[in-house]
């Protein structure tokens, strides 16, 4: 009928996942449509997550970093921020990047929908967008419908005191006293943020640290560092209730010992986690088994059990990352042009872009302990690098894994500034599967952060001589 449309494939949802895969299937010679309910292509990571959340952390670094400049013989005078000339800053960095989505989508000739989708039969989405009703048929089809921020029930849904990480974004207001609820990695980069621009921070957090992802020696620098910087930093708590009141937010706290208290906040930004999408889409209609937390179960070619219909990204499991969506996205487009392509990386980084950074990649020490695998490590204080007291930032370690039996590579973890791109080095070793040998006899650079790599193999084979 009228306004009814076609493609080889359709990919649902615009995210890094999403364009992606419409992108990798076009190059392939696919006919692709691409559905995205916002006007702005790039999902998530583009307008409310990866990017904007950088560009303010760049911003919070250069002030912490000119305050801490004073130890040095350097005073600046404070800071003068002007929120609506920082948030345009963000904001025109988003646009050029969604922006640059619209003409690559256009020198593909993928087709973009703008509109809600909903599956209504096995080869057929429909899509209600802002122009009214298309239905939309396929050959093949690419779910990236991405997640969105979990909720607690218990909180005042209907209160502007109450953000999550998107609404931290939006750059409304600089609150005096935000509590941060989950200390997590989004969570303690809106935090990082917000402590930069004046806030004073609480975390709380319900395990025993912050970022449970990452062994607990890892994150300790980062923990002592903000400790000295926000109010409190709370750990084995959890939140149980929270009231709006006249003058704030009351925050009821209860602790491991059961043992109650209370604080009032004038934000409380709620960062315990993400939800996938998957329950939102009738993906039924298509006889695409969605679970009850809304993940949708794939194989290693992300194929669901329907096999014309794959699913990539956020909504088909964790680790909720924008690279990993990236890849899975490639994998898919491949595999519906024909070709014979799996998921069979072997690890994904995991980055916090806090000050200072954390950042892991393979086996943690942690989850070899839990999991029985044999490791022996190469550790590397950063006190003991140049570049890094050049820096004035020496608080870091370069802690490397590695299989005794074969001295390869099994995992790295790194904290410190600039952690987050100094990881990809160790990713790039344990694909490769490179030994202690090789990443000590490989020539890095003097003086530069990367040879923490160099130096942390070099202590596991013992072979280290001279520190700076
Ligand atoms: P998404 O990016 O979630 O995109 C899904 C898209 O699908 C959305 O545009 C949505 O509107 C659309 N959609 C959904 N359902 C429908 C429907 N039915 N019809 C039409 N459109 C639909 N990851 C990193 O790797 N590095 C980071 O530094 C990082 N920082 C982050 C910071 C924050 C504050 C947040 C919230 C997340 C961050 N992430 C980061 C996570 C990252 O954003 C996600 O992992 C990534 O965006 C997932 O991509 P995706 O393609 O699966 O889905």
């Not at 599956?119 to 089809?141: A, H, L, R, W, Y």
């Not at 179960?297 to 499991?317: C, E, L, N, S, W």
């Not at 370069?398 to 100094?422: C, H, M, Q, S």
Request: hydrophobic share 40%.
């Amino acid at each position: 009928g009228k306004g009814d449309l076609h493609a080889e494939v359709v990919v649902l949802g615009s995210g890094p996942g999403g364009y992606t895969a419409a992108f990798r299937a076009a190059d392939l010679g696919k006919k692709v449509i691409l559905i995205e309910k916002y006007p702005s292509l790039g999902g998530v990571c583009l307008n409310v997550g990866c990017i904007p959340s950088k560009a303010l952390l760049h911003v919070a670094k250069v002030i912490t970093e000119a305050e801490e400049m004073g130890a040095h013989g350097i005073s600046f005078s404070k800071p003068k921020i002007n929120l609506d000339d920082l948030r345009g800053f963000k904001d025109s960095v988003v646009g050029q990047l969604t922006g640059g989505l619209k003409g690559l989508s256009k020198a593909r000739k993928v087709e973009v929908v703008q509109g809600y989708g909903r599956f209504t039969g096995p080869n057929m989405i429909e899509v209600t967008g802002d122009d009214g009703v298309k239905n939309v048929s396929f050959d093949q089809c690419i779910i990236a419908a991405g997640s969105e921020p979990v909720n607690l029930p218990f909180i005042p849904q209907d209160d502007d005191r109450v953000i999550d990480s998107t609404g931290a974004l939006e750059l409304k207001d600089i609150p005096k006293r935000m509590l941060v609820l989950g200390g997590g990695i989004i969570g303690l980069e809106m935090a990082c943020v917000y402590d930069a621009l004046g806030t004073k921070i609480t975390v709380v957090e319900l395990m025993d640290q912050i970022i449970p992802g990452a062994d607990k020696d890892i994150v300790k620098p980062l923990h002592k560092r903000i400790e000295g910087r926000y109010e409190k930093i709370m750990l084995k708590t959890k939140v149980t209730d929270v009231k709006a009141q006249k003058n704030g937010l009351k925050v009821t706290f209860e602790d491991a010992k059961g043992e109650e208290s209370a604080g009032i906040f004038d934000k409380v930004l709620v960062a315990v986690g993400r939800k996938p999408n998957g329950k939102l889409i009738d993906a039924d209609k298509a006889g695409v088994a969605v679970d009850e937390r809304g993940f949708i179960a794939v194989d290693g070619q992300q194929r669901t059990g329907v096999p014309h219909i794959f699913a990539i990204g956020d909504v088909v499991g964790q680790p909720m990352l924008a690279h990993k969506a990236v890849h899975e996205g490639k994998v898919a487009a491949e595999v519906c042009a024909g070709q014979n392509r799996h998921f069979d990386a072997r690890l994904i980084p995991s980055v916090a872009y806090t000050d200072p950074e954390v950042a892991w990649a393979g086996v943690t020490e942690t989850e070899a302990k839990a999991k029985g695998i044999k490791y022996e490590k190469g550790v590397f204080p950063w006190a003991a690098s140049g570049k890094a007291l050049s820096n004035g930032r020496s608080e870091g370690m370069t802690k490397l894994l590695f299989d005794p039996e074969d001295d390869r590579i099994i995992g790295g973890l790194i904290v410190g500034t600039n952690a987050g791109d100094l990881i990809a080095e160790v990713a790039l070793a344990i694909e490769m599967g490179a030994d202690a040998v090789d990443l000590g006899h490989t020539i890095h650079p003097h003086p530069t952060l990367s040879e923490t790599v160099n130096f942390a193999a070099e202590m596991f084979e013992g072979t280290i001589t001279d520190l700076m």
